[in-house]
Every structure is written in C-alpha cells, then in structure tokens.
C-alpha cells in the first residue's frame, strides 16, 4: 500500500465551527507532515512529525492544531478560522531521514465562510 | 536562508516539442533535488529525485532531471510532451532534515 488518504475530501465550515481534517498512511513512514496550499502557490508547510513527536512547527497559529495519535495516523484540528485559512490541506508521509520522497494524499479542500 | 527558484511560472509548449523546465536551488554541502507533478484538484506525485550519483536522473511519464552542482541547477526535460502532461510542476529541495522547500511552481500548458 503506497497511498496517503485523507478524509474529508471537501470541508465547509463557519468561523466559529470545530472540525478535524484526517491523514492515515500505511507505509510504515515515521515522518508525516501537514501543508497548507492556496491556489496558483507551492506548498506552504505547517508541521512535521517525526516517530510521532511534533519536530516541526512553522509558526502556525494557534487556531490549527495538529496531532499524532499513532504512527500511521495524523489529524489536524480545527477551531475559530478565518476566511484566509481556505485552502487546499495536503499531508505527506515519508520514511524519517532526510534525502526520502514525501508522499502526498490528494488533500482536503477546506472553505472557511 | 535555503531557496528553490523556479524561473518560469508559465511554460507553453505545442503538443510533441521538447520541453525544459528550470529550477535552481541554494548550495549546500548536502542537498536532496525532487520533481512533483501536480494535476487539478489533486495531491502531488513524485516525477524523480536526485540523492547522489549520476547527475542524470530519469523518472516517471518519460521526464528526465540533470544535476549541475556547478551551476546550481535541476533542470527538468521532457523530448515530446503529450497534452495529458499539462499540469503545474514543482522543484523541491531537502537539506538535512525533513523540511523540503518548494519553488513557486511552473505551469505547463501543451496545446494541439
């Protein structure tokens, strides 16, 4: 099994909503990462987890919270957005060393109204 | 601080000509070069990378990479594109650790 799945496909939520956005991988990669992509821009990314312990965190605000239930799991937890906050949400896996492809699931795309 | 450029933002091409897309990266001691293709809606999918070795790298969908440590570049070539190739393309860079850094992205356009 060589993919990265992601659940929901499509999220719309109010400002005041909570939500999670929802990675699974089962590569056995021990480095998953949450990016953030608007349109016609690369991706921007947001955390990096590392043997399940957050390695990375790109001054994120505080409104996006990610977790790291398990080796195979990552969730991203969502609380009081902003409208700007849309976006294409893409995780990546990859084994955890540097120089390893990342693989990539095929996102969430979130609306914020 | 480590960068990846991509120096075109937008590349057409009529359909079976050749293609070259350009990027160049920070030098650093170790580098690990990657291209990502990305349709429509979708994720990002692995083209090829360079770890070390021979510079030439050759990937998926018939695309080719060279790696020029003197010039600082990765440029990706394609002899014959297909219409099915149009999509955005994204040079990528990792430096010792986990953070890949990507380039802006160039969008490949291939008309009849």
């Known amino acids: 099994d060589t993919e990265v799945t992601q659940t929901p496909k499509h999220l719309v939520m109010g400002m005041t909503n909570k939500k999670s956005l929802k990675c699974e991988q089962h590569m056995g990669h021990r480095a998953m990462y949450w990016y953030k992509q608007k349109a016609k821009k690369p991706p921007e990314l947001m955390f990096v987890y590392s043997y399940e312990k957050l390695s990375i965190n790109e001054s994120v605000p505080s409104r996006f919270s990610p977790e790291c239930p398990n080796s195979s799991l990552l969730n991203l937890h969502l609380h009081a957005l902003q409208p700007e906050d849309s976006a294409l949400y893409l995780c990546a896996s990859s084994q955890a060393l540097a120089g390893n492809e990342q693989f990539f699931g095929p996102g969430t795309r979130l609306t914020v109204l | ?112």
């Open chain 2, 1 to 112: 601080a480590q960068s990846v450029t991509q120096l075109d933002s937008q590349v057409p091409v009529f359909e079976e000509a050749p293609v070259e897309l350009r990027c160049n990266y920070s030098s650093s001691v170790s580098v690990y070069l990657f291209w990502y293709v990305q349709y429509p809606n979708q994720g990002l999918q692995l083209l090829l990378k360079y770890l070390s070795g021979s510079t030439l790298v050759k990937g998926i969908n018939g695309f080719e990479a060279e790696f020029n440590k003197s010039q600082t570049s990765f440029h990706l070539r394609k002899p014959s594109v297909h219409i099915s190739d149009t999509a955005e393309y994204f040079c990528a860079a990792s430096y010792n650790n986990n953070d890949m850094r990507f380039g802006a992205g160039t969008r490949l356009t291939v008309k009849p």
